[in-house]
């Protein structure tokens, strides 16, 4: 299979999320068309997103909702739970914890960890901060996959060394400095200052509304 383009990856999840809504309506079949439009992008681009994964609906009579949301989550890897840890209970890890989406079926919160005698032991809804000191055990018994990493940025890249030998996957680094990590273990950044970078970009360049000057 073709590497698989990280923009494509990004749009079958708005697709997943436009088809959970979908079925959720009593949609029964769709089309590129639909999709596209809810999706904001073209018919075209929906049907390339797809063709890497294979052949989906039959020509001109579209998707079937159901079939269609069931072979994204399995191409999204979602029939499984994945286990979920949070390194870094400060303020970000402490809102993190209380993120009702944990309650759904993929993903499950099974751990925190914190470096600060104060933090470790509190509780935070199910779980309590344990030490970093026990990364690897817990990692082992808990099976954790992935990572939300909520630590200073000093500190983020000898996490990420941690997390990669304790046999952890997946990490989304919400530090904002780029850490370096080893093939197995895909690190995904989530930066609202990067964010709010490219939309100045864009905004600045929209044009003044002209001031009318009366003559
Ligand atoms: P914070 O200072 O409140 O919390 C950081 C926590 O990490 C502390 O509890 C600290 O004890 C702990 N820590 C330090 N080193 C550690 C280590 N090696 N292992 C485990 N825990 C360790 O900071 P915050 O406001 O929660 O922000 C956390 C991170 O998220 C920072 O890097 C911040 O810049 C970043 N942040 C990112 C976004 C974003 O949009 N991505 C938004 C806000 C904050």
Not at 90 to 119: C, H, I, K, M, N
Not at 134 to 162: G, M, Y
Not at 173 to 186: C, E, H, L, M, T
């Amino acid at each position: 299979m073709p590497p698989i383009p990280a923009a494509t990856v990004g749009r079958l999840v708005t697709y997943l999320r436009v088809l959970t809504e979908m079925e959720q309506d009593g949609v029964r079949s769709t089309s590129s068309d639909d999709l596209g439009a809810v999706a904001h992008v073209s018919a075209f681009q929906v049907r390339k997103d797809l063709a890497y994964f294979g052949r989906f609906g039959t020509r001109g009579a579209g998707y079937t909702v159901s079939t269609l949301r069931r072979e994204l989550r399995r191409i999204l890897g979602l029939t499984r739970p994945w286990h979920v840890a949070i390194v870094g209970m400060g303020r970000l890890g402490q809102a993190l914890a209380d993120y009702p989406s944990f309650d759904r079926q993929e993903f499950r919160l099974v751990a925190a960890f914190d470096v600060d005698p104060t933090v470790i032991g509190r509780r935070f809804g199910s779980i309590q901060v344990e030490p970093l000191a026990v990364l690897d055990q817990v990692v082992r018994e808990r099976a954790i996959d992935l990572v939300f990493l909520t630590v200073p940025a000093s500190a983020a890249q000898s996490a990420v060394d941690a997390l990669g030998a304790a046999g952890v996957r997946g990490i989304l680094n919400f530090a904002p400095i780029v850490v370096s990590a080893p093939d197995q273990v895909r690190v995904e950044a989530v930066d609202l200052s990067a964010g709010l970078q490219r939309l100045t970009y864009y905004v600045q360049s929209v044009p003044e509304t002209p001031i009318e000057v009366a003559g």
